[in-house]
């Protein structure tokens, strides 16, 4: 028997090799833990150990530095590669240790090397995340040139003297700023001015919340930036009725202060989920238009269309931007924003439709996507909410660590059963299922 018959086959990348001895290390991985005046250590389990393979190998023939330019070539190849193992068989693995290959001088036509390879699994974690909520400010911005834009293309062919169609336009932008002027006494905004406030506030401690008020806060901070911000809207309201007087010489004006009361209205509602819900109306709201043959009436309905788009589309926007800030908790209220928004949406892409306004139909698909792609997303990585049925009533915190076992979560629950006291539970209420 010949010395090479001695030796086992193996393949690493391909490239055949012989082995006279080979090593597989495994076990657990332990993290040990030593107190002091302790004796005893403690040692943690942190999962399974590597499985690390090594190999005592040879190269050997009369092309002995052919193959070993071919093996060097398949040790520096990135990421890991197929080893078929001389008793494991096939093994996804990758080379941990530096290679170094020898040739000895009473073994002709033979390299030696050693061989050091670990078991490869997939990488999990760290993962690409594409960042659909930027990709909703991008599209908004976008937006708001292109309702101006708009605006300025639909008013070009008036012909009718502008003081005859100031009124039409006027009493537009009045009906709309007065829904938009309520937000600043909405109940629902005026409740959330203590959400995001440290400490426990009950059940009235709900609202999905962009970010926590600062640690500083107070409920007199809170309400005082709340006051001074619906002040704002009533002046932002007051110059979109103002400017509306001018639609037709100055539509650019008349954008950029529908635009200023949709921004007014983001600094006066606490909660992205009021301002989703507020927002929503004004998306919704559709003017008057009477239908005439006569020239002036004719102008005066386009006036009346298109200031009425403008402010449809500018809520729209916001709407969407409120979708960015906002962080609903699971995925039902995720599912239900998405159907309220792309309800408003389709009705407004079929309106830039019917009207030929194909630079309004794209920036209003473009939006579209942007909104459906993040809450999708979002949507799927979130708990869902499921009903829960009690014999008795229970304190939260025991409910908490029965259900989650995690006492933290007792603010969650306390809100979202509506309890009226921590300590009596309702028997029945619905929270989340992770």
Excluded: K
């Amino acid at each position: 028997m010949s010395l090479i018959e001695l030796y086992i086959p193996a393949i690493w990348r391909g490239v055949p090799f012989l082995v006279r001895d080979s090593g597989l290390t495994v076990g657990r991985r332990n993290a040990v833990h030593t107190y002091p005046y302790r004796d005893d250590p403690w040692p943690e389990d942190m999962g399974r150990g590597p499985r690390v393979m090594s190999f005592s190998a040879r190269l050997v023939g009369d092309d002995v530095y052919l193959q070993r330019a071919v093996m060097a070539a398949a040790c520096e190849l990135e990421g890991p590669g197929l080893l078929v193992h001389p008793t494991l068989g096939p093994v996804r693995c990758s080379l941990v240790e530096p290679v170094t290959f020898r040739d000895r001088g009473d073994a002709q036509r033979e390299v030696q090397f050693e061989l050091v390879l670990m078991q490869a699994g997939s990488r999990v974690f760290p993962n690409l995340l594409l960042n659909t909520q930027n990709a909703i400010l991008v599209a908004a911005a976008a937006a708001v040139l292109t309702v101006a834009r708009v605006l300025v293309t639909e008013l070009s062919s008036i012909s009718s003297p502008a003081p005859v169609l100031s009124l039409g336009a006027h009493n537009v932008a009045s009906a709309w700023g007065a829904l938009a002027g309520a937000v600043s006494r909405d109940p629902g905004a005026i409740a959330s001015e203590g959400l995001g406030l440290p400490g426990q506030h009950g059940r009235y401690d709900q609202g999905m919340l962009a970010v926590s008020a600062p640690a500083s806060a107070t409920i007199t901070t809170q309400r005082a930036a709340v006051v001074a911000s619906r002040t704002e809207l009533d002046g932002a309201v007051a110059s979109l009725v103002a400017s509306s007087a001018a639609v037709v010489a100055q539509p650019e004006d008349f954008a950029t202060a529908s635009r200023c009361v949709v921004a007014a209205i983001a600094g006066a509602t606490i909660s992205p989920a009021d301002r989703i819900r507020l927002l929503s109306g004004l998306a919704a709201y559709q003017p008057y238009i009477s239908s005439t043959t006569a020239p002036i009436g004719a102008d005066l309905a386009t006036v009346r269309s298109a200031v009425g788009a403008v402010l449809r589309r500018q809520a729209l926007i916001g709407l969407a931007e409120a979708i960015e800030a906002a962080s609903p908790d699971n995925a039902q209220t995720a599912q239900q924003i998405l159907t309220t928004f792309v309800q408003l949406i389709d009705a407004e892409i079929i309106i830039a439709a019917d009207n030929a306004e194909s630079g309004a139909y794209d920036m209003l698909r473009t939006l579209r996507t942007a909104v459906v792609s993040d809450l999708s997303a979002r949507g799927a990585r979130l708990a869902s909410l499921v009903s829960y049925s009690f014999n008795v009533r229970m304190p939260a915190i025991a409910l908490a660590y029965r259900l989650y076992q995690d006492a933290s979560r007792t603010r969650d629950l306390i809100s979202r059963a509506n309890a009226a006291h921590p300590l009596f539970m309702p028997t029945q209420f619905q929270a989340l299922d992770q």
